[in-house]
């Protein structure tokens, strides 16, 4: 027989029969006994057994294991009298593979039959549990993350307040030498500056875990001082300059310790990646675009390849260039700061020319 016999075959039956039949969804009809007393094709597709095997043995033969008692308990509601919707549970082939499949159904109790329609969706089980696995990764990732964190800040404070304490003992009215004098200041505050950060790193990492962390006006030049002031001898021997606009927009709603750590690692980077043909230029500018506040900081550098790094470009441990001092974790920091506080950050980048970073403040 011809497709065009088929098609002339088929049109002549009843229209509910080939609605059964045709259904991609799997059809069934049972009886109170727990029997199959009839099911369409899908059924037999998906489970592997003929309709033979399957009429002839208990439905709860072919339920997984593991969801055999509540399908039992779901199934004598329905037989209750209780309608039964999107009920989920597992069924296992003839080849030993499990499906996952989606009941609604309800009874004709005069018949003492039960009318079901079940939909495959162990395509969507498998994409629940990939997702539900990177999570739990994500988790503990961020966990041991947060713990190293800790750590390192509170085990480095010992070691910076007895360096503080050494320059505390220091008699610098014995010191006559300009430079020398400019030197322990300059060690001195770059300490002091540590210290603060640190301190600032486990008061925010213990707020998170209240799920609180707080929020203040900030103004940018402010913050933006301390973290020039902290890496004032790195700036001196790279020669870089620092081009610093805040006419449009001076202040922002965001986490201070936050927004030190986007200034330290945005410049050092900017210094660290800097073109070895020329010196160093950063600019840093705010500005508000359609009632959003932006901070935008550019250098001329040496670039990204945006092509090849876009998606991984705040990813953790992620390297672009060879670098003694490249750890990967820099950008990963300021997008993590930004986003938590439902901020977003942008790059635009050539190789050899430059980047520019534009972030976004939730108000």
């Known amino acids: 027989m011809n497709d065009c016999d088929k098609l002339v075959s088929l049109s002549k039956r ?118 539900n696995m990177l999570l739990a990764n994500m988790t503990s990732v961020n966990k041991e993350l947060k713990e190293l964190t800790y750590t390192t800040s509170h085990d480095l404070r010992a070691p910076v307040n007895n360096l503080l304490s050494i320059f505390d003992l220091l008699d610098i009215s014995k010191i006559t030498d300009a430079q020398t ?27 998170k875990e209240s799920m609180n962390v707080p929020v203040e006006e900030l103004y940018l030049k402010d913050v933006l001082d301390i973290v020039l002031e902290s890496i004032n001898s790195l700036i001196k021997s790279s020669k870089a300059t620092i081009e610093v606009n805040f006419s449009e927009l001076a202040k922002v709603k965001f986490n201070k310790a936050y927004l030190h750590s986007i200034f330290l690692n945005l410049l050092t980077n900017a210094i660290k990646y800097a073109k070895t043909d020329c010196l160093p230029v950063i600019t840093i500018s705010s500005k508000r675009v359609n009632g959003i506040s932006q901070l935008i900081i550019g250098d001329n550098g040496v670039g990204f390849d945006m092509d090849n790094v876009r998606e991984r470009i705040f990813g953790l441990h992620q390297r672009f260039h060879e670098h003694a001092d490249s750890k990967g974790i820099g950008l990963y920091l300021v997008y993590n700061h930004i986003t938590s506080l439902g901020g977003t950050i942008s790059l635009e980048s050539k190789i050899n020319e430059g980047s520019k970073f534009t972030i976004s403040f939730r108000d």
């Open 181 to 207: 004098l400019e030197l322990i200041h300059i060690l001195k505050a770059a300490s002091e500056s540590l210290r603060h950060t640190l301190n600032g790193y486990v008061d925010i990492l213990s707020e």
């Open 14 to 131: 009843n229209p509910f029969e080939l609605f059964f039949e045709l259904s991609a969804d799997l059809l069934c009809i049972a009886g109170f006994d727990g029997y199959f007393k009839q099911i369409n094709p899908a059924v037999s597709k998906l489970l592997g057994y003929t309709n033979e095997e399957l009429m002839s043995r208990p439905i709860n033969d072919f339920v997984h294991d593991d969801d055999k008692e509540i399908t039992g308990k779901v199934r004598s509601e329905l037989v209750k009298g209780n309608p039964l919707f999107h009920f989920e549970n597992r069924y296992v082939t003839k080849l030993g593979e499990t499906v996952w499949l989606s009941w609604t159904s309800m009874n004709i109790d005069s018949d003492k039959m039960v009318f079901a329609i079940a939909k495959n969706i162990t395509h969507k089980k498998r994409l629940e549990e990939d997702r």
